[in-house]
């Protein structure tokens, strides 16, 4: 049976008006295809906002607590920096009358100070003339350093007593030393030799000549030559050149305080 094949011939007006429903179909359909996708992209970009919301609300309520801690412990260190603040003031009243204290002492002190210094000098020119030269200089420089501010106090009044300490040290130990003396308006070069305060003499170098000081009348005075022994042998036992030992001494000769 043969086949035939039968075609429909729409009518020209009929075949556009179909072609523009479909075209409209396809129109409409893109649209809500694209309206799906932007309304998916606007899903997504809100996401991201309360993401990043979620994020920076986290951060700020961890910069909250932090703070808390940080307030907390501001707040006891507050407490101890005022304790200890108030212990300062305590401590500073405290100073501030020893200060006045010091000042006070210090009134009374550099008077009392400057007297043992004057009176260290006239002991060393009424004692027996041993030494003249460094301990009137001694005395020299207490008075110079009484005047100077960049000294303490305190160490002027340890350099005081260190010169009052050495003065005592004379009255106990004996030394040798070269020296010139005037007899009977003569100037000889001699050894001195110094027992502690009782005596102080000297012999001339070639050991012909021996004298002692005379306290009472206060000049050097020759002596007989039964001593030049024992004041030669006095003196090499005070340059330690020879051991000690008992020696005479003209100690009555030398006359009395």
């Given at each position: 049976?043969?086949?035939?094949?039968?075609?429909?011939?729409?009518?020209?007006?009929?075949?556009?008006?179909?072609?523009?429903?479909?075209?409209?179909?396809?129109?409409?359909?893109?649209?809500?295809?694209?309206?799906?996708?932007?309304?998916?992209?606007d899903?997504?970009?809100?996401?991201?906002?309360?993401?990043?919301?979620?994020?920076?609300?986290?951060?700020m309520?961890?910069?909250?607590?932090?703070?808390?801690?940080?307030?907390?412990?501001?707040?006891?260190?507050?407490g101890?920096?005022?304790?200890?603040?108030?212990?300062?003031?305590?401590?500073?009243?405290?100073?501030?009358?020893?200060?006045?204290?010091?000042?006070?002492?210090?009134?009374?002190?550099?008077?009392?100070?400057?007297?043992?210094?004057?009176?260290?000098g006239?002991?060393?020119?009424?004692?027996?003339?041993?030494?003249?030269?460094?301990?009137?200089?001694?005395?020299?420089?207490?008075?110079n350093?009484?005047?100077?501010?960049?000294?303490?106090?305190?160490?002027?009044?340890?350099?005081?007593?260190?010169?009052?300490?050495?003065?005592?040290?004379?009255?106990?130990?004996?030394?040798?030393?070269?020296?010139?003396?005037?007899?009977?308006?003569?100037?000889?070069?001699?050894?001195?030799?110094?027992?502690?305060?009782?005596?102080?003499?000297?012999?001339?170098?070639?050991?012909?000549?021996?004298?002692?000081?005379?306290?009472?009348?206060?000049?050097?005075?020759?002596?007989?030559?039964?001593?030049?022994?024992?004041?030669?042998?006095?003196?090499?036992?005070?340059?330690?050149?020879?051991?000690?030992?008992?020696?005479?001494?003209?100690?009555?000769?030398?006359?009395?305080?």
């Amino acid at each position: 049976m043969d086949k035939h094949i039968k075609l429909f011939i729409l009518p020209p007006i009929l075949a556009i008006a179909l072609l523009n429903t479909a075209s409209a179909e396809t129109t409409s359909l893109d649209s809500a295809v694209e309206t799906k996708l932007q309304a998916q992209k606007d899903v997504v970009k809100s996401q991201k906002k309360v993401d990043t919301l979620v994020i920076q609300t986290r951060d700020m309520v961890q910069e909250y607590r932090d703070a808390i801690r940080k307030t907390d412990s501001l707040g006891t260190y507050n407490g101890q920096l005022s304790k200890l603040i108030k212990q300062q003031k305590v401590s500073l009243n405290a100073i501030k009358r020893q200060l006045d204290n010091v000042e006070e002492t210090q009134r009374n002190i550099v008077p009392l100070m400057i007297k043992m210094i004057d009176t260290l000098g006239k002991f060393v020119e009424l004692d027996l003339p041993f030494l003249m030269h460094e301990r009137q200089q001694r005395v020299i420089d207490l008075k110079n350093v009484m005047d100077r501010p960049d000294v303490s106090l305190p160490d002027k009044y340890r350099r005081i007593m260190e010169a009052y300490q050495i003065e005592m040290e004379y009255g106990r130990t004996i030394e040798a030393y070269s020296d010139t003396v005037k007899l009977d308006g003569q100037e000889y070069t001699v050894d001195i030799l110094r027992v502690g305060r009782l005596l102080i003499s000297f012999q001339t170098l070639d050991g012909k000549i021996s004298g002692v000081w005379n306290k009472e009348s206060k000049s050097w005075e020759k002596i007989s030559s039964e001593y030049d022994r024992s004041i030669k042998r006095g003196i090499q036992i005070a340059k330690k050149q020879a051991p000690p030992e008992l020696i005479k001494l003209p100690l009555n000769m030398a006359g009395k305080e």
